[in-house]
């Protein structure tokens, strides 16, 4: 089978990866790629047609999607009617990420445990909600603000790349917040402010054909730019998997408390949903309680979770369009998996590409290219996560060290990353 992944990120050079380990992948293309996937063709994601186009030529017979907007477009609903699977929720489907406040809507109207919330915007720029939502008015935003005094959660409505979220502890951070979202998507940009949960966070990846669901390994991202948490939120520094406080306990209340209630949601709706939600869960004192919704896998859990994966992904993805995900068998390799980010400096702002990189003649296996593009023999810099340098161990603290100390072989000028991935003080 000749397959297409559809990204240029670490995570589909993983995804790529994996697949192509499978007996049944004859080829895997990816589009438009980086400078280290293979079989690279260059083609806009959401340009459907001219992906359309390549699958004839090619014979390409399945398109696993890696970014969100070719699946918040409609690819999946675009190919309904060709002999090509497309892996990835209907256009409906994946409004539970394409729209913050749809997501928050369901969730409560399908009593997934998440937190309080309040909608605020004017009319929004998409077709989710022609009508006016929540409110402009700024002496209700202000009430809200300094009644929270500060301390929460602002996100941008629609898609943002990972960059749509804001942590707050301040009215001044809020406020600022606020301002950022309008100055780079209108005035009357439509957004939630909630609460700020504490505790630990946890990702977990379900694969589904919209009835049934099978899980992951449970991993952790690291989301801020600087060690300690601090920062701006970025598209990912680091993930490791699988995550040590998560137990048998947890795991059925997060299924009984969110994933089940979800999954209901999506038959309800009547979602045509053959593909992967991601659950980005705040583990409180309280409980395990929904933060938000991705149709797709994460990244940079990816980088951690396939690696960790033992069981042939080709197959897990195809049952999901056969009706036998519900008997497939789940195995993993031991271990501990985990991910680091090499960055761009200035990252997530400006930075600058078509930087050499050193190191990556001589790299081994687990090694997942971002933002970077080959030109000629030389690897060169092409975003602002540049690299994902993943490594394994019997335990966390070994993988953790094995990873720093393979990071160690590269190198460009002003490379930058995170010093403490994996090393949280887990708070539940």
Known sequence: MNIAVIGSGGREHAIAWKLSQSK???????????????????????????????????TIELIVVGPEDPLAEGIVDYFADTPVKVFGPDKAG???EGSKIYAKRFMKKYGVVTGD???????????????????QDNIAINDTIVKMNGDCVIKYDGLAAGKGVFVC??????FAALEDIRQKYGVEASYLI??????????????????????????????????????PNTGGMGAFCPVPFYTEELKKRIENDIIKPTMN??????????????FGLMITKEGPKLLEYNVRLGDPETEVVLPALKSDLLQLVL??????LKDFKMEFNDGFFVDIVLASGGYPKAYKKGIPICGLEEAKELVFHAGTKKERDKFLTNGGRVLNIVACGNTLEKAIENAYKKVKLFYFDNMFYRKNIGKRNFRI
Not at 119 to 135: A, H, L, N, V
Not at 201 to 210: C, H, P, R, V
Not at 266 to 277: M, P, R
């Open 319 to 324: 049952s999901c369009f056969d009706g036998t």
């Open 117 to 135: 919330y309040r909608e605020f915007g004017g009319i929004c720029q998409s077709e989710y909600f022609p009508e006016k939502i929540g409110t």
């Open 24 to 58: 049944s992948a004859q080829k895997v293309f990816v589009l438009p790629g980086n400078g280290g996937t293979k079989n690279n063709v260059n083609i806009d994601v959401n340009d459907f047609e001219a992906i359309l186009n390549l699958c004839k030529h090619r």
């Open 265 to 278: 949601g999506i038959k309800a709706e009547g979602f045509n949903f053959k593909g992967v939600v991601y």
């Open 194 to 231: 909630e609460e700020k949960l504490e505790g630990s966070e946890l990702s977990i990846l379900a694969f589904t054909d919209g009835n049934d669901y099978k899980l992951l390994l449970p991993s952790q991202d690291h989301k801020q730019l600087l060690d300690g948490d601090k920062g």
């Open 94 to 96: 994946a409004k539970l």
């Open 169 to 174: 502890s301040t009215q001044e951070e809020a």
